[in-house]
């Protein structure tokens, strides 16, 4: 399996600020995925991010809210836009691995909106 | 769209004791069933997969058994231990993998009692 790290681990942000997301997997990957998990519930996908591509969004999530950078193939970025409390949660990032069945998750990044 | 039902939200068992954790799933051309061990402040690890030409599927003390007909299947532990707590994830895939159609249950919270 990938090894996938992402920082910050967590953070703490004012209301109306932006935090960027970033996500590096130790090998090239195709898909890469980034999942919202708000506090004691279950794992929401927001967005799919293929590389040279526009990422695709979920229902419900827009880019003008979490914009996603796909530079290459092993790195991506989520941003969280114009924050609320209501964005208060974990984010984490995924991959797909070899024959795009099994799916591993980052550590994730936890964040308080204040 | 599919729908995963997990229950218990909560277990609690004595250490050495065996959990049982079940899902029903709502859409019978799904083929493919995760499990996810997710530890405070980590990311979710995959456990245990099965895909729906499987009944069941062992590693050590992890088994994971499916009813096709029933449209429901299982995560079995035995002989828990104290790093056996933890929230258990079961997902349902109606393309075979990925995040594409990734579909997951609210959780369970597992408690092992020393």
């Known amino acids: 399996s990938a090894v996938i790290s992402q920082k910050p681990s967590r953070d703490i942000c004012q209301r109306g600020t932006s935090l960027t997301i970033q996500c590096q997997v130790d090998?090239?990957?195709?898909?890469m995925f980034w999942y919202r998990q708000q506090p004691g519930q279950s794992l929401t996908l927001i967005a799919t991010?293929?590389?040279?591509?526009?990422?695709?969004?979920e229902s419900g999530f827009v880019i003008d809210k979490f914009p996603i950078s796909r530079p290459n193939l092993t790195f991506s970025t989520l941003t969280v836009s114009n924050m609320s409390p209501e964005d208060s949660s974990i984010y984490l990032c995924?991959?797909?691995?070899?024959?795009?069945?099994?799916?591993?998750f980052g550590s994730g990044t936890q964040l308080s909106v204040l | 769209g599919e729908n995963v039902e997990q229950h218990p939200s909560t277990l609690s068992v004595q250490e050495g004791d065996s959990a049982v954790i079940k899902c029903t799933y709502s859409?019978?051309?799904?083929?493919?069933f995760p499990w996810y061990k997710q530890e405070l402040g980590k990311g979710p690890q995959l456990i245990i997969d099965?895909?729906?030409?499987?009944g069941e599927k062992k590693d050590q003390r992890i088994a994971v058994t499916l009813n096709k007909t029933a449209k429901h299947f299982s995560l079995h532990i035995t002989e828990t231990q104290p790093e056996d707590s933890a929230v258990y994830f079961c997902a349902a895939s109606l393309s075979g993998g990925g995040a594409d159609g990734l579909t997951f249950g609210k959780g369970t919270h597992l408690i092992i009692q020393p």
């Open positions: 099965i895909r729906s030409n499987v």
């Open positions: 090998s090239q990957v195709t898909m």
């Open positions: 859409d019978s051309a799904s083929n493919y």
């Open positions: 995924s991959v797909a691995g070899t024959g795009f069945e099994k799916l591993f």
């Open positions: 991010a293929n590389q040279g591509s526009e990422a695709t969004y």
